[in-house]
C-alpha cells in the first residue's frame, strides 16, 4: 500500500475517476489554472481540458445550478466549493433542488453530483470562514452528506460519491489535508451510511466524524496506556446514519462519548445521543456526554482559537469523568 496525504489521495482518486467516465466533470472556483486553493485538482485540467476542468465565476448559486442541470441530463458533475462557508451563497440551489428533484420529479430523474468543500477551524480564517456547518445539510432529506478521516476513506468515500445517484455532499476538514496514511492501490467503493469501528474496545464507546475521528482515536490510545479499552467509531456518513453501529457498540461498553467540531446546541452530538437513548437507554450506566466546540463565532487570534476547538484533553476529560461515573476509574 501506498503512504499519501488525504489531499494526494483525494487527488488521485479525481484523477483515476475522470479516466475511468467520460461523463464526470469538474466545476469550481479556481480549480483548473491556480489548480484549487488547496491543490485537490493540481495537474488535472493539463491532463483533461477546459470542457472537463472548469473554472468558473464567484457565484456559488450559479455554478452549483449548473451543476444541477448538468446532472439531471446525465453528466456526473463535482463541484467545489471553496469553503462549506461559501455553501450558504448556494443554499437555494442545494436544499431545494439537488435534494428534492428526484422525490419532486417521482423519480424520473436524478441528480448524479458531488459537492466537495473544506471546512473547520485551526487555520486562522476568522469566524466567517472557519465553520462547521454540516448540520445545516445532515438535516435535508434527498442529500447524502459523508465525511471522511483518512486517506483511505477519503478515497473510497469519494468513489462512492461519484458513482452514487444521488447528490452527495463530501466534507474535507481543512487540518486533514496533510495528514498520512495507508492507502490501497486498488480501492472499492465503501456503502454511504455505514460507520467503521476503527478501534475495538469494551470499556467505552468514543464516537466522531472526520477530524473528531482522529482525536478519538489519540483519546483511546491515552486510555489504553491506563489499561482502559475504548472502542472508537468513526461515523463516516451523517446521512444516512448508522445508528445501529452505534448501538450495538454502546449496548456493549455501557457509556459514550461524542466528540464534533461543531458547536454543541442542535449539533450533530445530539442526535446521535437521542438515537443511543432510544437504542441502547436500558444498557447506558451514565449519561451520554459531547465534547464540541465553544458556542461563539470562532476566534481569529491563535490562542482563543484553539481555545474553542475540541482537542484531545477535553475529550480525554470527559472520558475520565464519564469512566468514573461508571466505577471503570476514580
Avoid at 115 to 130: D, N, V
Avoid at 203 to 221: F, H, K, N, P, Q
Avoid at 258 to 282: N, P, R, V
Wanted: aromatic share 6%; charged share 20%; with cysteine.
Amino acid at each position: 500500500m501506498a503512504v499519501m496525504t488525504y489531499r494526494e489521495a483525494l487527488r488521485e482518486t479525481l484523477r483515476e475517476e475522470m479516466r475511468r467516465d467520460d461523463d464526470i466533470l469538474l466545476l469550481g472556483e479556481e480549480i483548473g489554472i491556480f489548480e484549487g486553493s488547496y491543490k485537490i485538482t493540481a495537474g488535472l485540467l493539463d491532463e483533461f481540458g477546459p470542457k472537463r476542468v472548469r473554472d468558473t465565476p464567484i457565484a456559488e448559486e450559479g455554478f452549483v445550478g449548473a451543476a444541477i442541470g448538468a446532472a439531471m441530463l446525465g453528466l456526473r458533475p463535482i463541484v467545489e466549493i471553496m469553503t462549506i462557508n461559501f455553501s450558504l451563497l448556494a443554499l437555494d440551489q442545494i436544499v431545494n433542488h439537488a435534494a428534492k428533484i428526484y422525490g419532486m420529479f417521482g423519480g424520473q430523474t436524478s441528480v448524479p453530483m458531488v459537492i466537495r468543500t473544506p471546512g473547520g477551524g485551526g487555520q486562522q480564517l476568522g469566524a466567517t470562514h472557519s465553520q462547521n456547518i454540516e448540520l445545516y445539510y445532515a438535516f435535508v432529506p434527498g442529500l447524502k452528506v459523508v465525511a471522511p478521516s483518512t486517506p483511505a476513506d477519503a478515497r473510497a468515500l469519494l468513489k462512492a460519491a461519484i458513482e452514487d445517484d444521488d447528490p452527495v455532499l463530501f466534507l474535507e476538514n481543512l487540518a486533514l489535508y496533510n495528514t498520512k496514511g495507508e492507502v490501497p492501490g486498488s480501492v472499492p467503493p465503501v456503502e454511504i451510511g455505514r460507520a467503521a469501528i476503527t478501534r475495538p474496545g469494551t470499556d467505552i464507546t468514543l464516537i466522531g466524524y472526520s477530524r473528531m475521528a482522529t482525536v478519538c482515536t489519540a483519546v483511546a490510545e491515552k486510555l489504553a496506556a491506563e489499561g482502559i479499552s475504548a472502542e472508537v467509531i468513526d461515523l463516516r456518513s451523517l446521512r444516512p446514519l448508522d445508528r445501529d453501529t452505534l448501538i450495538a457498540s454502546v449496548r456493549k461498553t455501557g457509556c459514550a462519548v461524542i466528540g464534533e467540531d461543531d458547536w454543541l446546541t442542535y449539533g450533530i452530538g445530539a442526535e446521535l445521543a437521542a438515537s443511543i437513548s432510544d437504542g441502547a437507554f436500558d444498557y447506558l450506566d451514565a449519561p451520554v456526554r459531547r465534547v464540541a466546540m465553544a458556542e461563539v463565532p470562532l476566534p481569529y487570534a491563535k490562542p482563543l482559537e484553539t481555545l474553542a476547538l475540541p482537542s484531545v484533553d477535553s475529550l480525554y476529560t470527559a472520558a475520565s469523568q464519564t469512566l468514573a461515573a461508571v466505577g471503570t476509574r476514580r
